[in-house]
């Protein structure tokens, strides 16, 4: 819009109520910014649908910014659009814009159950893999992990023939431990 700005249409997603199962309908925003862009490609939609040339189409789209900025400077209430919202002048001077509201009737939510198939086989993304979620069950299936132990049974073993080795050392005898050495 040629000196006010730029309004420009969005959607924003729609949203997930897990709690009352239903799912709000996607809703359209018109945004508006200060800063201006080529309007060519508009003007060119507004010539070919009324059937005119882009010089009238311009003159069309000059003449409705020139009134809207006209009508939001003479009135507090500002300038409406029918059915898209409303010009007025903010606080700090600027021209805001703001949206007007569609009718409940087009944006009524849906029932949306979640429905787990524990059987169904489907295709996800893990990190740059791409894998199904049976493989990824399978993968942290919590099945039990045998550790190996035999460094316990070395400790005992070695103790026990400690044990009999010591046994064996301080048992009296007529020898010593080391050969058959007599006592003098």
Known sequence: ???????SMHMAG???????KQISSPKPVIKFEHKEV????FLNYVADRTQSDIYEATE???HLCDNLKTEVAGH???AKLVGIGNFFKGKDGKISFKQEEL??????PVFAERVIH????????????ETTNTVMAEYFNDSPVVKN???VWAIVLGAIGLVSLLIYLNAGGAGTAFGNAVKI
């Open 1 to 7: 819009m040629p000196g006010l700005g730029t309004l």
């Open 14 to 20: 729609a949203e997930a109520d897990i709690s009352s």
């Open 38 to 41: 080529d309007v060519s490609g």
């Open 60 to 62: 069309a789209l000059d």
């Open 76 to 78: 507090a209430a500002g």
């Open 103 to 108: 009718p409940a009737a087009f944006l009524q």
């Open 118 to 129: 524990p059987d169904a086989e489907h295709h996800i993304l893990v990190g740059d893999k």
């Open 149 to 151: 132990r035999w460094w």
